[in-house]
């Protein structure tokens, strides 16, 4: 690693630790009046264990999870003291996490690919509703790309809303990336086949596809990301290469009700946690990497356009449970 990697990878983890100062600091204290007076790991302390981590919104079943592995490390290896209950936790956190996601802490893979001779983009279509952090996602997610030496171009899918293309636009002009736009209440389909095709004679390395932000019933959210699916496929076979679900971890446990939404509805393929910096309830994304197995690739920790990170389970747990002692 060159010297500029190493200060960029120090920099992402002060951001990490910064973003996750609020849950960070609730479970720590928690945990610590639970411990204090104790030196023994025995059922009171596991009770008070569990009572935290779901409040923290890692959520039931993941909580009796965590619990239950780390009752059989205690029995197991014999660790009795507390003081080895925050080594206890983020190796069996960190272990769930990697044995449910199965992924390599990257960037999407973005593979030169051609039609016929030509090349073609690789498509990511963005889905979630109103309000997570989708189109910040996208403009963060395309400075990335940038920054990697990738042409980007956006498609403004997100047409029943005004703010929703303009914001989208904003991003455009503060990535330095162009964009797609064909105006209000156009059929998002109509915008990611335009934006596809326009990616191929471009000649782009990636096209992001944002979607509306409605959850509606099952039923129309499912029509309605089929037929930008298959719109999609008309113009450029297989794609979208990526669908990337962004849910605001500030809404705890509602943002697995989205995740189970969105993941009924379309083929979900990676997840994108934001506003961890705003929030007391990071313990979210723990369950959610628990429940749904699909790969957490990306977390935002900040307003800044690079505080979009990797998700690595390692450092996210490591400064999770990391004292500022």
């Given amino acids: 690693m060159g010297i500029f990697g190493f200060f960029k990878k120090k920099e992402n983890k002060e951001n990490l630790d910064q973003g996750l100062q609020k849950t960070k600091s609730s479970i720590l204290s928690r945990l610590g009046k639970a411990l204090m007076g104790k030196s023994q790991i025995d059922e009171d302390v596991l009770d008070e264990l569990e009572e935290i981590l779901i409040t923290s919104d890692v959520g039931v079943n993941t909580t009796i999870k965590i619990i239950d592995r780390i009752r059989n490390r205690v029995s197991k290896e014999k660790y009795t003291n507390t003081s080895e209950l925050d080594y206890l936790l983020r190796d069996e956190i960190t272990e769930m996490i990697r044995e449910n996601l199965n992924t390599e802490n990257e960037d999407f ?9 030509r090349k073609v983009p690789h498509v990511i279509m963005v889905v979630g509703v109103n309000g997570v952090g989708k189109t910040t996602t996208i403009g963060k997610l395309a400075y990335r790309f940038k920054q990697q030496g990738k042409t980007v171009l956006l498609g403004a899918g997100d047409t029943f809303r005004a703010a929703a293309v303009e914001q989208l636009r904003i991003w455009s002009d503060r990535v330095g990336v162009p964009i797609l736009e ?14 596809i095709k326009e990616g191929i004679d471009g000649g782009y390395d990636v096209v992001i596809i944002d979607t509306a932000g409605r959850l509606q019933t099952k039923t129309n959210l499912m029509r309605e990301l089929s037929n930008i699916k298959k719109a999609m496929g008309k113009v450029q076979a297989g794609s979208p290469h990526e669908v990337l679900l962004v849910l605001d971890a500030s809404t705890g446990q509602n943002a697995i009700q989205q995740a189970k939404a969105f993941t009924e509805a379309t083929e979900v393929s990676a997840l994108a946690l934001t506003k961890l910096d705003g929030t007391a309830k990071g313990g979210v994304v723990i369950g959610i990497c628990d429940e749904f197995r699909i790969p957490v690739k990306y977390i935002g920790v900040g307003e800044g356009i690079d505080h979009l990170q990797i998700f690595n389970p390692e450092e996210f747990v490591g400064s999770l449970f990391k004292s500022n002692g």
């Fill in 182 to 195: 064909k105006g209000m209440h156009v059929a998002p389909a109509t915008v990611a086949f335009d934006a």
């Fill in 109 to 117: 893979y973005v593979p030169t690919q051609e039609l016929n001779g």
